[in-house]
């Protein structure tokens, strides 16, 4: 039995969240259903403008 290549075997990530005053970097781990669970956010401040 061959294992399909289509299948993914990604068990994290890390993902840029976009917000207002500041960006957010998540880390997501895949659970046994599927879906991605966020387990940290670590936020990134924008530099002030002047």
């Given at each position: 039995?061959?294992?399909?290549?289509?299948a993914s075997?990604?068990?994290?990530?890390y993902?840029?969240?976009?917000?207002?005053?500041a960006?957010?970097?998540a880390y997501?781990?895949?659970?046994?259903?599927?879906?991605?669970?966020?387990?940290?956010?670590w936020?990134?401040?924008?530099?002030?403008?002047?």
């Amino acid at each position: 039995m061959t294992k399909s290549n289509t299948a993914s075997t990604k068990t994290h990530r890390y993902e840029l969240v976009h917000g207002e005053g500041a960006d957010f970097v998540a880390y997501q781990r895949r659970r046994e259903d599927g879906l991605w669970q966020t387990f940290a956010t670590w936020m990134i401040p924008q530099a002030a403008c002047s």
